[in-house]
């Protein structure tokens, strides 16, 4: 069981559109509030935890229909909250589009309290870990800023994560509403503006940014290099600590790149578009060489594709360098600046002759010889994919084409259309919209 912006927004359908000509079966007003209502209250009310005070506002992946069982990546207790999307700042993001979709005041409020629940897991760090623990018993093992008042964290966990979108999601969410309180608030506009800070401290001098940190790394961490092949590569799992290697893996530069850009948008400082810049310029010294213009999931110092987990090898990425891809042309659409759109032509004729046979792309091609790369179930490396475990994506979509359109579509837009501000506006109203509407009230149960 879950809420998503999407199932929330439907239901908003018809308090937002013109009904001059709607028929009987479709939802009423009325009926619309009343089921958004009954939904948002019975998730704040049953399905969150935590908060400030023992209160709502942090969610978790999954829980079961009689609500007995919680599931974040494995199994949680009542007192604990999710921080990876689809849980906390995901539900938070749709109660606050919610919100400006129709101004409903429990919709605000539930924004609210789910801002205050992030608030209570910031780490001293700047940003958030995979959880947030709200029983006091638990809270000590983790350095969370509200708890220590800025005083240095001992031994307690004091670690930010990138993967998965997770500190980056939080702080998108949270100043998307300091905009929309008009920054007002001043315990949600000073915990946004401590964790933007602290990406930026995250950020090595090269432009990457490692998978997660606990300390701020010292500008002679990382030497200016151009990505390159290792001479050899061991096939075998070496066991090494990589989460401080520059890490594309799971669009994490991406989304921080992202991230920073929406921050430059919001409160027009300039130090933020200079980090996305420089995340861009990072991606450009990460592009490999011939006979593989494209990149890997992470690199060592060295800025040479490096070993992360068991099941993810030195290699070219054919999942996240689309990514990648999608982020300079962003840059360009942002900076006009042409320098972000130099690696595609090269970076796309490569991939294109890497498609598998299904059409589908390899997320690992051996370095040099442009072999796919699978693992078996016991986690031995292998060019067949007959076996290979269930848990991670060793194929991943092809969508080449499509960047490859955009791209070409860019190289004839004038500068001064590269780039329309986004507008959160209600999408426009159809029967088909109010169908999906009327089924969703239909389908809640007595409970909401």
Avoid at 313 to 323: F, K, V
Avoid at 386 to 399: E, I, L, S, V
Wanted: charged share 25%; net charge negative.
């Amino acid at each position: 069981m879950r809420i998503d912006s999407r199932s929330i927004l439907m239901l908003l359908l018809s308090i937002c559109f013109d009904r001059s000509e709607i028929s009987a079966q479709q939802p009423t007003e009325q009926e619309a509030t009343a089921a958004i209502h009954k939904s948002v209250t019975f998730f704040r009310e049953n399905c969150s935890a935590g908060g400030s005070g023992g209160g709502g506002g942090g969610y978790i992946f999954r829980l079961s229909a009689d609500l007995s069982k919680r599931e974040g990546e494995g199994k949680v207790g009542p007192t604990t909250a999710w921080i990876e999307p689809p849980a906390t700042p995901a539900v938070g993001m749709a109660y606050l589009e919610a919100w400006q979709l129709c101004g409903d005041p429990l919709l605000k409020e539930a924004a609210l309290e789910t801002a205050e629940a992030l608030l209570q897991g910031q780490m001293l760090s700047g940003g958030w870990t995979e959880q947030i623990e709200f029983d006091p018993a638990d809270r000590v093992r983790y350095a969370y800023r509200v708890d220590l008042k800025d005083t240095p964290p001992g031994k307690r966990r004091n670690v930010t994560t990138f993967d998965d979108d997770k500190s980056q999601w939080c702080v998108r969410f949270l100043m998307q509403l300091d905009k929309e309180l008009n920054f007002e608030n001043e315990k949600i506009h000073e915990a946004t503006m401590y964790a933007l800070d602290a990406f930026v401290k995250a950020q090595y001098t090269i432009g990457a940014w490692p998978q997660r940190y606990t300390e701020f790394p010292e500008a002679s961490e990382s030497m200016v290099l151009k990505a390159s092949y290792p001479e050899t590569w061991s096939r075998t799992y070496p066991a090494e600590k990589y989460a401080e290697y520059y890490t594309l893996n799971d669009n994490t530069l991406s989304d921080l790149i992202e991230t920073m850009l929406d921050a430059w948008d919001i409160y027009q400082e300039e130090r933020f578009l200079k980090s996305a810049k420089s995340g861009g310029e990072f991606l450009l010294l990460a592009q490999l060489p011939d006979p593989q213009p494209g990149w890997a999931q992470q690199y060592n110092r060295e800025m040479q594709p490096a070993w992360a987990r068991k099941f993810e090898p030195p290699a070219i990425t054919g999942g996240e360098s689309q990514g990648v891809m999608r982020t300079l042309l962003l840059l360009y659409r942002r900076t006009g600046d042409k320098k972000f759109l130099e690696p595609i032509p090269r970076a796309l004729a490569y991939y294109k002759k890497s498609v598998l046979p299904d059409g589908r792309m390899a997320r690992f091609y051996e370095l040099k010889t442009n072999q796919p790369l699978y693992f078996t179930k016991d986690y031995q490396l292998t060019d067949s994919d007959a076996d290979m475990p269930t848990h991670y994506g060793f194929k991943t979509g092809n969508g080449f084409d499509r960047i490859e359109r955009e791209y070409n579509e860019l190289l004839k837009t004038p500068a001064d259309k590269l780039w329309t501000p986004r507008q959160n506006n209600p999408p426009r109203y159809s029967d088909a919209l109010a169908k999906q509407a009327r089924q969703l009230i239909d389908a809640l149960d007595s409970r909401g």
